[in-house]
């Protein structure tokens, strides 16, 4: 059954792949942003009783988002966070004082980034790709400015032609490499860890490989494309 798997994959003529970040390229995925924010709510907490109110409303929002109550990203989360602490509806995800809130996030976000760095074989798997001239891409949901500084926080930026975030979806994002490289949907992969990445490999009609982590419990024979635990495991899969 797998090997009939990976034969599908490698006779599929994939001429570029696309990478889901946090939990793919990264370790730790959604855990690390719940750690940055966890450490946010210190620094806020910190700062007397007014600074622990927005760090508890802060919590809220997130588990809104978590839960579908509250669509968007990070900058909808602390406009969502700041408007039920003063009470009023003056906040969007335009506004300044959201902007510093999301920038002092992405601090700590990249803080983690530094402190865990990436799996070797993560490191090895993009240089292999890289070395034989296939076009590399990230595709996230993470917003683009913050992804782009991820990435090269991280030493990466030489691997990937290009990083696509938000506020593109991530189906739009696999139609702007699909323009870049003028492939057909069959000769993309798209390597993620989400059910939000299935359904956008399925709608795109691109190749996908699932990466298994704690949060998804994939199971190989639950699903009808490779399962892989390590990066460096796609290098036998792309000629």
């Not at 760090?55 to 988002?65: D, G, M, P, T, Y």
């Not at 530094?114 to 070395?131: C, D, Q, S």
Request: hydrophobic share 40%; with cysteine.
């Amino acid at each position: 059954y797998m090997e009939k798997i990976l034969n599908n994959v490698l006779n599929a003529g994939i001429k570029c792949v696309v990478f889901d970040f946090d939990g793919v390229i990264t370790k730790r995925g959604e855990a690390l942003k719940d750690d940055a924010f966890g450490r946010m709510f210190v620094q806020l907490s910190s700062k007397g009783d007014s600074g622990a109110l927005l760090a508890e409303n802060i919590r809220l929002s997130v588990q809104k988002f978590i839960h579908g109550e509250l669509i968007g990203d990070r900058f909808d989360v602390f406009a969502d966070a700041l408007n039920t602490t003063h009470n009023s509806k003056m906040y969007t995800r335009t506004s300044p004082e959201v902007g510093v809130y999301a920038d002092v996030y992405n601090q700590h976000v990249q803080m983690l980034l530094l402190e865990e760095n990436v799996y070797p074989e993560t490191l090895t798997a993009l240089v292999g790709l890289h070395e034989r001239g296939v076009p590399l891409y990230v595709n996230t949901a993470t917003p683009v400015g913050a992804a782009v500084q991820s990435v090269g926080a991280l030493g990466l930026t030489p691997y990937f032609k290009d990083v696509f975030g938000q506020p593109q979806s991530k189906v739009d994002n696999l139609k702007s490499v699909m323009e870049h490289e003028r492939v057909i949907p069959k000769e993309i992969l798209f390597v993620g860890d989400s059910s939000g990445d299935e359904r956008a490999a399925v709608e795109v009609g691109c190749q996908f490989v699932g990466v298994v982590n704690v949060a998804n419990g994939w199971r190989q024979e639950d699903k009808p494309y490779p399962l892989i635990e390590r990066l460096t495991e796609l290098l036998p899969m792309i000629k």
